[in-house]
């Protein structure tokens, strides 16, 4: 396990080193959302009111991943419960949006879920998360937490670099995709002048400010229950969606316990399903079976592989909302179960799967305060900006989550009114064998997220980088059959050595796609060390 820092061990140079601190830490994809968490820690919050400011502010100052509309979920150590929660934040598909509706109304593309518009609308569960988490855990008001990204979206925050490139990339995109009246709003707020913003460029939201500020001084009921509400209803049924308010009114997040492996010296803790942090949790109980000696190691990184594509093969057979799901999702970690698939491992590349894992949008931060409490947190509009659907008059940008269910009553992830799809974002975060907590951590990313995780964890557990490289290390990514693409900066060496054993190997110049993370590791003198991500725009506010 990491306990010291010595810079001449720094195998993989980012020009960053971790970070450390006493009083609190934030680390976030934003520095506008690092210093919003760090605001509200020196007004007398603590972690969880950290966590809900940056959160927020991520929604105005990264506005090309997450949004007002987003869902979240979160695993939240409480210190003075000796505890770690998990929130699943995740919203249904509407009573209305059924497989049988979508088709018989023709807004299905070629007997699958479109990626746009109203139809892949499900409800937003953000907003909810913001409120639950102050509620339970929080020192300050909503209003209060919220407060910095409300001045964000109001007075402006100057565009970043890799902000501006992933708002070009959606923007070009979107002018070939987004046609008529119902994309007008986004186009309006998102690009108010036909184009998108240079790095340097002030940026200001303020409907988005509106909307955080009536979210603030009502626990979120305006969302749900208010004005907000009725408006995403009139909307919808303007544009022939199927979200109505009452789908709004009658939504509540769901408190949930961990599911968990142990790995190592470790625990490692991940939300339940919907959510595929189980995937994560599947390819570790998997490697437990093997013993690491190096990273570059193509032995290494070959088992990894296959683990991971037993994984998803699984979770894309079984995983969606628990309520539907076949079996009981605990046995897919029974210790015995990780033993039979380790054995299916030899030396070559095999097909597990032919699902085909998209790109998608998210945003993850994790934070901690000078009294043990520590966040992991994520949420995201799933790909990009989302839907494409933003309410007139409100910045709430719409997630696209239920452009994942399936139109085929075979699949465990079928649609059906009221159901949570299959889901992608996962916090994670680390105990010792004894249950005391080490931290968060987490890599956004789509379908990259549970590879992120498993690579982070055994660079962390296996190999003993610190957290700051243990996120810089370069990574692999599965995408379908034996495809994988490696990082520019992956040894060319070891991409060679697993071609011949049979993985189809690629560079993918396209950094981001390998997920961005953070994560934070307290000592057992309460020193937090923290590391944050080099792909993106990354930083950490701390004290």
């Not at 959606?170 to 046609?179: C, E, M």
Request: glycine share 10%; charged share 20%.
């Amino acid at each position: 396990m990491y306990s010291s820092f010595d810079p001449l061990m720094q195998k993989y140079p980012s020009q960053r080193f971790p970070i450390y601190a006493r009083g609190g830490m934030v680390n976030a994809s934003s520095p506008q959302a690092a210093s919003a968490g760090l605001e509200v820690l020196r007004q007398g919050g603590n972690a969880m009111d950290a966590a809900v400011a940056a959160a927020s502010a991520l929604t105005v100052v990264e506005p090309t991943a997450n949004g007002i509309g987003s869902d979240a979920f979160a695993l939240i150590w409480s210190a003075k419960d000796r505890k770690l929660y998990g929130l699943n934040s995740s919203g249904p598909a509407p009573m209305l949006a059924s497989a049988e509706q979508i088709l018989k109304d023709g807004n299905d593309v070629n007997g699958r879920m479109p990626t746009h518009g109203w139809t892949p609308v499900t409800v937003s569960g953000a907003p909810k998360a913001w409120a639950e988490i102050n509620a339970r855990f929080g020192r300050l008001s909503l209003a209060q937490d919220l407060a910095p990204a409300v001045r964000y979206a109001r007075d402006g925050y100057p565009c970043a670099p890799n902000l501006a490139l992933m708002w070009k990339r959606a923007y070009a995109q979107y002018r070939q995709v987004l046609t008529g009246p119902a994309f007008d709003a986004w186009f309006a707020t998102f690009a108010p002048e036909g184009k998108t913003y240079e790095a340097g460029d002030m940026i200001r939201l303020p409907d988005h400010a509106d909307t955080l500020e009536a979210i603030g001084e009502t626990g979120a009921d305006a969302f749900y229950r208010g004005e907000l509400a009725r408006k995403m209803d009139a909307e919808s049924r303007r544009f022939g969606g199927y979200l109505r308010y009452e789908d709004l009114a009658a939504y509540e997040a769901q408190w949930v316990e961990p599911i968990r492996v142990s790995y190592r010296d470790f625990q490692v803790c991940e939300i339940p399903p919907n959510g595929q942090g189980i995937v994560a949790l599947m390819a570790l109980n998997i490697l437990n079976h093997f013993a690491f000696c190096a990273k570059d190691d193509p032995e290494t990184v070959h088992r990894q592989l296959e683990a991971i594509k037993i994984a998803f093969a699984d979770a894309f057979h079984y995983v969606t909302d628990p309520r539907s799901m076949q079996i009981d999702y605990q046995t897919l970690l029974d210790p015995a179960y990780g033993e039979q698939r380790a054995g299916e491992i030899g030396p070559d590349a095999k097909v597990y799967s032919h699902a085909i894992p998209p790109r998608s949008g998210t945003v993850y931060m994790c934070c901690a305060d000078g009294e043990g409490n520590m966040v992991s947190y994520i949420q995201s509009n799933y790909m990009g900006f989302g839907s494409g659907i933003v309410v007139s008059g409100t910045g709430i940008a719409l997630q696209n989550r239920g452009s994942d269910f399936s139109l085929n009553p075979e699949d465990a992830n079928f649609l059906q009114p009221g159901k949570r799809t299959y889901h992608t974002i996962i916090p994670g975060f680390l105990l010792r064998r004894d249950g005391s907590p080490v931290g968060p951590f987490g890599v956004m990313g789509g379908y990259m997220q549970p590879q992120g995780h498993l690579q982070v964890v055994m660079n962390y557990a296996d190999f003993h980088m610190d957290p700051q490289q243990a996120l810089d290390a370069p990574r692999w990514q599965w995408m379908r059959d034996n495809r994988v693409t490696v990082e520019t900066r992956f040894d060319a060496h070891l991409a060679e050595a697993l071609q011949r054993r049979g993985h189809h190997i690629s560079v993918d110049l396209s950094t981001p796609s390998f997920g961005r993370g953070q994560m934070i590791v307290r000592l057992d003198n309460g020193v937090l060390v923290g590391g944050t991500e080099s792909r993106t725009d990354s930083n950490i506010a701390c004290f």
